[in-house]
Nanobody, 127 residues
Framework: QVQLVESGGGLVQAGDSLRLSCAAS????????MAWFRQAPGKEREFVAA????????KYADSVKGRFTISRDNAKNTMYLQMSSLKPEDTAVYYC????????????????????WGQGTQVTVSS
């Protein structure tokens, strides 16, 4: 069983930066992929960014490309989402997710490919 705990959310102004963290209980994630999703009020959960833990390869949603950076720290079993140039439309609950990669060469964008989820952290961007 994998437990994920997000932190780092908060209230910021448009143009500000924020870094989210996702601490994982499992000792090694070399055979996992992980991702960030977000859900705004009244909207479906959407993909933000993903990382293949072993290779460090990443992918991003078009809406955040160039502004957000996903990364991981092997020693701390922690994944990060550095968010810059935040916009009001980035306001949402952000969730981290993980699952075994089973040799995949890239992390998926579909939420249905992830079995483990954190509880979410609220990010609010004021204009």
């Amino acid at each position: 069983q994998v437990q994920l705990v997000e932190s780092g959310g908060g209230l910021v102004q448009a143009g500000d930066s924020l870094r989210l963290s996702c601490a994982a209980s499992k000792r090694t994630f070399s055979t996992y992929y992980m991702a960030w999703f977000r859900q705004a009020p009244g909207k479906e959960r959407e993909f933000v960014a993903a990382i293949l833990w072993s290779a460090g390869s990443t992918k991003y949603a078009d809406s955040v490309k160039g502004r957000f950076t996903i990364s991981r720290d092997n020693a701390k079993n922690t994944m990060y989402l550095q968010m810059s140039s935040l916009k009001p439309e980035d306001t949402a609950v952000y969730y981290c997710a993980a699952d075994r990669s089973y040799g995949a060469v890239r992390a998926p964008e579909s939420q249905y490919e992830y079995d483990y989820w954190g509880q979410g952290t609220q990010v609010t961007v004021s204009s």
